[in-house]
T-cell receptor
Framework: DVKVTQSSRYLVKRTGEKVFLECVQDMDHENMFWYRQDPGLGLRLIYFSYDVKMKEKGDIPEGYSVSREKKERFSLILESASTNQTSMYLC?????????????FGPGTRLLVL | RKEVEQDPGPFNVPEGATVAFNCTYSNSASQSFFWYRQDCRKEPKLLMSVYSSGNEDGRFTAQLNRASQYISLLIRDSKLSDSATYLCVVILYNTDKLIFGTGTRLQVFP
């Protein structure tokens, strides 16, 4: 079974803090994704990566950065957390080029920024 | 206009009922289609892919109408355990990016 893990299920941070969200997958997937999910807005893509050291902006990259130093790990960084970044953050991975393949999601991190 | 649109619901149905969800997508370059299920406070999980010819998996039937850019999910003989949010998902041609609808919430009651 594919397993995608995220470093924390719940996080509480203060405005201005630097926040790291870690995601690890164990299926040698090339693609990794970071989404945030908010009521009424659904899942929105923040950043994605097709390969190590490669990243591309999604639909809402402002206020975020990412790092992919190893194939299995994709980190989301909030350089200076703000209250409007309070959300559920979901990481996902998938095989590259296999458009009929699903994405596998991690359990999510609920971030509260005070 | 949203790229993928769904009725948010909630759909409240009794056990044993048949319920149908609809989804429309705006980009004709959409290539692949899926239904995901998301339980409360959990991550989305693939329910089924949607094929042009339509496909069935037990009590679940998915249909695709490319001409109308429309996808549907039919659930027969609803169970309490079917209560969840159902997400319509589209992949555009030549990308690996999923585009999610906001989901339709289903509540099955005894």
């Amino acid at each position: 079974d594919v397993k995608v893990t995220q470093s924390s299920r719940y996080l509480v941070k203060r405005t201005g803090e630097k926040v790291f969200l870690e995601c690890v997958q164990d299926m040698d997937h090339e693609n990794m994704f970071w989404y945030r999910q908010d009521p009424g807005l659904g899942l929105r893509l923040i950043y994605f990566s097709y390969d190590v050291k490669m990243k591309e902006k999604g639909d809402i990259p402002e206020g975020y950065s990412v790092s992919r130093e190893k194939k299995e790990r994709f980190s989301l960084i909030l350089e200076s957390a703000s209250t409007n970044q309070t959300s559920m953050y979901l990481c996902a991975s998938s095989l590259q080029g296999a458009t009929r393949e699903t994405q596998y999601f991690g359990p999510g991190t609920r971030l509260l920024v005070l | 206009r949203k790229e993928v649109e769904q009725d948010p619901g909630p759909f409240n149905v009794p056990e044993g009922a048949t319920v149908a969800f609809n989804c429309t997508y705006s980009n004709s370059a959409s290539q692949s289609f899926f239904w995901y299920r998301q339980d409360c406070r959990k991550e989305p999980k693939l329910l089924m892919s949607v094929y042009s010819s339509g496909n069935e998996d037990g009590r679940f039937t998915a249909q695709l109408n490319r001409a109308s850019q429309y996808i549907s999910l039919l659930i027969r003989d609803s169970k309490l355990s079917d209560s969840a949010t159902y997400l319509c998902v589209v992949i555009l041609y030549n990308t690996d990016k999923l585009i999610f609808g906001t989901g339709t919430r289903l509540q099955v009651f005894p």
